[in-house]
């Protein structure tokens, strides 16, 4: 798994909302540290800037929940 680091915060979407909604929501929150306004909200909730996420990059999530089930969750299911 190496030291990558986590993902700090993600959107889900539901598979039921409608593509161009996603998209939207999307390139909104990816620019928000491009603009003042933005900026003050993305200091309210301590981030400096959305990224989107691809499959590799979303890949050091699944090896950290598959090493917690292997070597966490399962000792306390003991």
């Known amino acids: ?14 598979n039921d909302v409608p593509e161009n909604v996603v998209e939207n929501i999307a390139t909104l929150l990816t620019h928000l540290h491009e603009h003042e306004e933005g900026q003050k909200i993305l200091q309210r909730i301590e981030l400096s800037q959305f990224e989107l996420a691809n499959d590799d990059t979303y890949q050091v999530i699944r090896d950290f929940i598959k090493t917690y089930n292997d070597q966490v969750k399962n000792q306390n299911n003991e």
Request: charged content about 15%; aromatic content about 0%.
């Open 1 to 14: 798994m190496g030291n990558r680091a986590l993902i700090n915060n993600s959107l889900v979407v539901r």
